[in-house]
């Protein structure tokens, strides 16, 4: 700020002056005001005024701004009047720069919040971070340290300053293991150093420097790293405005920075996310196809089949072949669990179905069970295997799955495990007889524990009358129903 002087102050046309003449009219007084160089500026010099010992000093603060020329108490009053004035004004002045550099405080302040709010990249934030740091804050040396994690180390994401004044890393004026940089991200407050060299945890690159200021870089409750200023010229100690500001810049620093990061972890979600979608839909055609390669032509029978997956894979499979003399071999099974981890186990099993040499469903089932319990660790798997003959004799055995329905009868089974709990386990065969307008149905759970928005279950009762329709119509009626689960449906038909 200019310095102030008593011919600015008691200019012609000064508010000062008006009140100056005012004083000296109603006194009468007979004085003569004068500045430091001796311009006479009120009044007139009377003959030998230097002489005459009565020179009273204007003065504000520690400056003296000029004299009142005159005798008795009256020139000593105005002397007062004039030098209190002359403190008024130089309040006016001070309070006035304080607010315009406030006011350019905030509007850059403002400037970098909404260029941080744009950055995106951590380096980017701490680069403009720090430059407008370094627009407000005299520093020679300045550095943004940013932790890749809340565990990880600190990384310096931007820096400035000849590093030759304190480091070693090159990069930064201060190390990453410094003790001041500690002490900051330990209490989670910023910190004023006016006299590196004196102070006991600086190192020797430390002592170079003559103040430094830092404040922590906060969002929320955790700190990410901090922002440090430096100064290594005499005589340019830090204030605590200063750090009011350091910690204004580090807090929307901190903010941007943890968006910045909230952002980086959304972009690589949703790109695991996509990889994730796209591995499913890979293992959904894959799915597809090895079940379509399941079933194959099996003359002297009418096969419908559908499979109604609850999501891009599931867990539901079948199997349809033809049998020696002309029977037809039929498996539908149910494994637990979901996604691909099921899929993976159908197509293990669709697999030791292909090598299967029996045609016995009980032998089929108990060889299944045991290459499921060498497996280990797969859960467990329930099926039913049936071998129907061209004269329509069947034969089935149920490994803890829906009993098949013949022309609406439910066919009982004894009750046995799932696959895969338990080695060699029997699994009893039952015999039957479809005519040449029966209908076999085959189902998984996936229809009668379909559930409306009611929460109402489709339940066994409505089995009898729905599986003497289509396999389509069968599933359809469960999925619209409300499908919670994989719908799959075998109907088995004589030729006719």
């Known amino acids: 700020m200019p310095g102030l002087n008593l011919r600015a102050l008691l200019g012609q046309k000064t508010a000062s002056m008006d009140v100056v003449r005012k004083l000296c009219e109603s006194l009468d007084a007979d004085l003569c005001v004068v500045d430091s160089t001796g311009k006479v500026l009120l009044g007139e010099l009377p ?64 400037q970098l919040s909404e260029d941080l709010a744009a950055l995106l990249n951590i ?22 340290f940013v932790n890749d994690n809340s565990s990880g180390p600190l990384k310096v994401t931007a820096a400035f300053g000849d590093s030759e004044a304190g480091t070693k890393q090159g990069n930064s004026f201060l190390e990453t293991d410094s003790a001041f940089i500690a002490s900051v991200l330990e209490r989670s407050s910023g910190e004023i150093v006016n006299d590196c060299a004196s102070d006991s945890r ?4 430390e002592k170079k420097l003559k103040s430094l200021i830092l404040a922590p870089l906060r969002t929320g409750q955790s700190t990410v790293g901090l922002i440090a200023l430096a100064n290594a010229s005499d005589n340019a100690p830090y204030s605590a405005a200063n750090l009011k500001l350091l910690n204004t810049i580090a807090l929307q620093t901190g903010t941007a920075i943890r968006n910045a990061t909230l952002c980086a972890e959304m972009v690589e979600s949703a790109a695991v996310r996509a990889a994730y979608t796209a591995e499913l839909k890979a293992a959904s055609s894959v799915q597809q196809m090895l079940l379509q390669s399941a079933s194959r032509p099996t003359p002297g ?38 996604g691909l981890t099921a899929a993976m186990r159908v197509s293990m099993i669709l697999g030791v179905l292909r090598r299967e040499t029996s045609d016995d469903p009980s032998e089929i089932l108990f060889n299944l069970n045991n290459a499921l319990v060498a497996q280990g660790q797969l859960g467990f798997t329930t099926a039913c295997s049936m071998r129907i003959s061209p004269s329509g004799e069947f034969i089935f ?63 066994f009762d409505r089995l009898p009358d729905l599986t003497m329709h289509s396999a ?12 919670e689960d994989d719908i799959t449906v075998l109907t088995l038909r004589l030729a006719q």
């Open 123 to 144: 380096s980017a934030i701490s680069e403009s971070a720090l430059a407008q740091a370094r627009r407000l804050i005299p520093a020679t040396h300045g550095a943004v």
């Open 397 to 459: 055995a149920n490994a803890g799955h829906i009993a098949p329905y013949l022309s609406g009868t439910e066919m009982g089974a004894d009750s046995a495990l799932p696959l895969g709990i338990m080695h060699d386990q029997i699994y009893e065969p039952v015999k039957g007889v479809m005519r040449p307008n029966d209908q076999l149905a085959l189902l998984s759970d996936g229809v009668p524990e379909a559930r409306s928005h009611s929460s109402e279950l489709f339940g």
């Open 301 to 338: 029978f009418q096969v419908e089949s559908i499979y109604l997956p609850a999501s891009e894979v599931g867990g539901d499979f079948f199997f349809v072949q033809p049998g020696p003399e002309g029977s037809l071999l039929a498996i539908i099974g149910d494994v637990s669990g979901k």
């Open 47 to 110: 003959n030998g005024a230097y002489d005459s010992g009565f020179h009273y000093p204007i003065v504000s603060g520690e400056t003296n701004l000029g004299r009142v020329i005159g005798s008795g108490a009256t020139s000593l009053a105005m002397a007062t009047v004039v030098s209190h004035l002359a403190d008024r004004e130089s309040q006016q002045r001070a309070l006035a720069s304080e607010t315009l550099t406030l006011y350019r405080e905030i509007h850059l302040i403002e």
């Open 202 to 205: 600086s190192v020797d690159c």
């Open 472 to 483: 389509q119509e069968i599933a359809l009626a469960a999925q619209s129903f409300g499908q």
